[in-house]
């Protein structure tokens, strides 16, 4: 396949002179490039996000790679990763990874590191896996010019990629494709994993203001296993319900109300088919223990907020602790070496915070994963923004106060050595904004852990 046409019909509509240099296949631009001994940082690709406003292409060499969260920060709203589903509307005569970074070919918004110096001669990417477009360093800076000049978003994947041609050692031409980081693995991304057809079912229930307790009952009762998750947890200590919970209905009606069956049947039915390694402090058997604490807190804690204008939804609130960590599902079922490395690099280094060693061995963080997918899945906002933020003690967007209660759980559950939280210190500007105290907060957590062994019980029913 040759130059996209998108693009060779631009160009030559530009009355840009160019030339076509055929390489050897590769599994990325960046191994173009080393297998065709030009320079990383000459040659240059587009990598696809979205924002609020649409769809940006990110120009920048192969040799770098975007810091999503620096250019969030610069352009004061959340960036993300751009969906398959996105890229193949747009770039229909274009194999994925190998996008030419001429966005007004393609009617898309442009940002370039403006810290960057462009080399005399650039190559870029043309569409196709096996040639790259020459062109001049003036008529690529033309191509360029309505683009948005955005400082320090990107970053040097590894300083041998900035070697003259001639210094380039065996080692470097001999770079793997494994080396490329994850979130370059993930804008190469064709397919998105699915979601499970039962989550879509509930999901479509959740969305319909007319739905009632009958229709959920019957939804959720075929499914066994989610069906006897939901009355196993009925029948908890945690709701202090004297009789016996022997239907969904009865736990939907007598017990947990509507609202909170639908969010836990959801949050189950969402990761449930998400197989991890179960050991180590990011597998299954630690997600799942986090996971039903942290919903028990947050949801406690949302519903003793004095300020009944910010205080969640009880069912909404359990959902949002209980998925917060979803990332580290996607990431062992999507990326499973990299989970692999991640997960024993965090049982080797128990000082260190899993955002850091997750940055050095990932280049991105687990809540960025997650929500990208939970956007992609149409995910209430709500989910997104906790799953993407609750790390963030500075977030004070829209539906904050989800993301919060989730960094305050994290934050208690940390004294006694469940989850992921740096340290155990309780957010004081974080309790001021939600109208509450440490002492309140300590207290919730301690009524939640009148439950203990209750909620260890439905962890592990969760990993069975």
Same mark, same amino acid.
């Given at each position: 396949?040759?130059?996209?046409?998108?693009?060779?019909?631009?160009?030559?509509?530009?009355?840009?002179?160019?030339?076509?240099?055929?390489?050897?296949?590769?599994?990325?631009?960046?191994?173009?490039?080393?297998?065709?001994?030009?320079?990383? &940082?000459?040659?240059?690709?587009?990598?696809?996000?979205?924002?609020?406003?649409?769809?940006?292409?990110?120009?920048?060499?192969?040799?770098?790679?975007?810091?999503?969260?620096?250019?969030?920060?610069?352009?004061?709203?959340?960036?993300?990763?751009?969906?398959?589903?996105?890229?193949?509307?747009?770039?229909?005569?274009?194999?994925?990874?190998?996008?030419?970074?001429?966005?007004?070919?393609?009617?898309?918004?442009?940002?370039?590191?403006?810290?960057?110096?462009?080399?005399?001669?650039?190559?870029?990417?043309?569409?196709?896996?096996?040639?790259?477009?020459?062109?001049?360093?003036?008529?690529?800076?033309?191509?360029?010019?309505?683009?948005?000049?955005?400082?320090?978003?990107?970053?040097?994947?590894?300083?041998?990629?900035?070697?003259?041609?001639?210094?380039?050692?065996?080692?470097?031409?001999?770079?793997?494709?494994?080396?490329?980081?994850? &979130?370059?693995?993930?804008?190469?991304?064709?397919?998105?994993?699915?979601?499970?057809?039962?989550?879509?079912?509930?999901?479509?229930?959740?969305?319909?203001?007319?739905?009632?307790?009958?229709?959920?009952?019957?939804?959720?009762?075929?499914?066994?296993?989610?069906?006897?998750?939901?009355? &196993?947890?009925?029948?908890?200590?945690?709701?202090?319900?004297?009789?016996?919970?022997?239907?969904?209905?009865?736990?939907?009606?007598?017990?947990?109300?509507?609202?909170?069956?639908?969010?836990?049947?959801?949050?189950?039915?969402?990761?449930?088919?998400?197989?991890?390694?179960?050991?180590?402090?990011?597998?299954?058997?630690?997600?799942?223990?986090?996971?039903?604490?942290?919903?028990?807190?947050?949801?406690?804690?949302?519903?003793?907020?004095?300020?009944?204008?910010?205080?969640?939804?009880?069912?909404?609130?359990?959902?949002?602790?209980?998925?917060?960590?979803?990332?580290?599902?996607?990431?062992?079922?999507?990326?499973?070496?990299?989970?692999?490395?991640?997960?024993?690099?965090?049982?080797?280094?128990?000082?260190?915070?899993?955002?850091?060693?997750?940055?050095?061995?990932?280049?991105?963080?687990?809540?960025?994963?997650?929500?990208?997918?939970?956007?992609?899945?149409?995910?209430?906002?709500?989910?997104?923004?906790?799953?993407?933020?609750?790390?963030?003690?500075?977030?004070?967007?829209?539906?904050?106060?989800?993301?919060?209660?989730?960094?305050?759980?994290?934050?208690?559950?940390?004294?006694?050595?469940?989850?992921?939280?740096?340290?155990?210190?309780?957010?004081?500007?974080?309790?001021?904004?939600?109208?509450?105290?440490?002492?309140?907060?300590?207290?919730?957590?301690? &009524?939640?852990?009148?439950?203990?062994?209750?909620?260890?019980?439905?962890?592990?029913?969760?990993?069975?």
């Amino acid at each position: 396949m040759p130059i996209a046409k998108t693009i060779k019909r631009y160009l030559e509509n530009k009355h840009i002179v160019f030339d076509e240099i055929n390489v050897p296949t590769s599994k990325s631009p960046l191994e173009a490039a080393l297998k065709s001994n030009i320079l990383p &940082r000459d040659v240059y690709h587009s990598v696809i996000l979205r924002d609020s406003l649409g769809l940006i292409m990110a120009v920048i060499p192969v040799s770098h790679i975007t810091n999503v969260e620096a250019l969030s920060r610069t352009l004061r709203r959340p960036v993300e990763p751009a969906l398959p589903t996105d890229l193949k509307s747009v770039f229909t005569d274009c194999e994925p990874g190998y996008l030419p970074p001429v966005g007004e070919a393609y009617g898309i918004r442009v940002i370039i590191d403006a810290n960057l110096s462009t080399p005399n001669d650039v190559y870029m990417t043309a569409g196709d896996s096996t040639c790259l477009i020459k062109l001049s360093r003036k008529d690529f800076l033309g191509l360029q010019a309505t683009a948005l000049l955005v400082t320090n978003f990107t970053q040097a994947l590894d300083p041998r990629l900035a070697q003259e041609p001639e210094t380039q050692t065996a080692e470097l031409a001999a770079m793997a494709p494994e080396e490329l980081t994850l &979130r370059q693995r993930l804008e190469q991304l064709t397919e998105l994993p699915p979601m499970p057809d039962m989550a879509a079912r509930i999901l479509s229930l959740h969305a319909d203001p007319n739905a009632d307790l009958a229709e959920l009952a019957e939804l959720i009762t075929q499914d066994p296993s989610l069906a006897a998750q939901v009355m &196993r947890y009925a029948n908890s200590p945690f709701f202090g319900y004297r009789g016996q919970v022997d239907s969904v209905h009865t736990a939907i009606a007598r017990v947990m109300g509507f609202d909170m069956v639908m969010n836990l049947a959801l949050g189950i039915a969402v990761a449930k088919p998400f197989t991890i390694p179960k050991s180590g402090p990011l597998g299954l058997d630690a997600f799942w223990s986090h996971a039903t604490f942290s919903a028990s807190i947050v949801q406690e804690l949302g519903k003793t907020l004095p300020d009944k204008a910010i205080r969640p939804r009880p069912g909404l609130a359990y959902l949002v602790g209980l998925l917060h960590n979803f990332g580290h599902l996607i990431l062992g079922h999507l990326f499973r070496e990299e989970f692999l490395r991640l997960n024993s690099a965090v049982a080797k280094n128990p000082d260190r915070s899993v955002l850091s060693l997750e940055q050095e061995h990932l280049g991105m963080h687990h809540g960025e994963l997650g929500s990208w997918l939970m956007h992609a899945w149409h995910m209430p906002e709500e989910i997104v923004i906790s799953i993407r933020e609750h790390h963030n003690e500075a977030f004070n967007g829209p539906h904050a106060v989800y993301s919060q209660l989730v960094f305050i759980a994290d934050r208690l559950l940390n004294s006694y050595g469940i989850g992921d939280a740096e340290n155990n210190d309780l957010p004081l500007p974080i309790l001021d904004a939600l109208g509450i105290d440490e002492v309140h907060a300590l207290n919730v957590m301690s &009524r939640v852990l009148e439950n203990r062994e209750s909620l260890e019980t439905m962890a592990r029913q969760m990993v069975a």
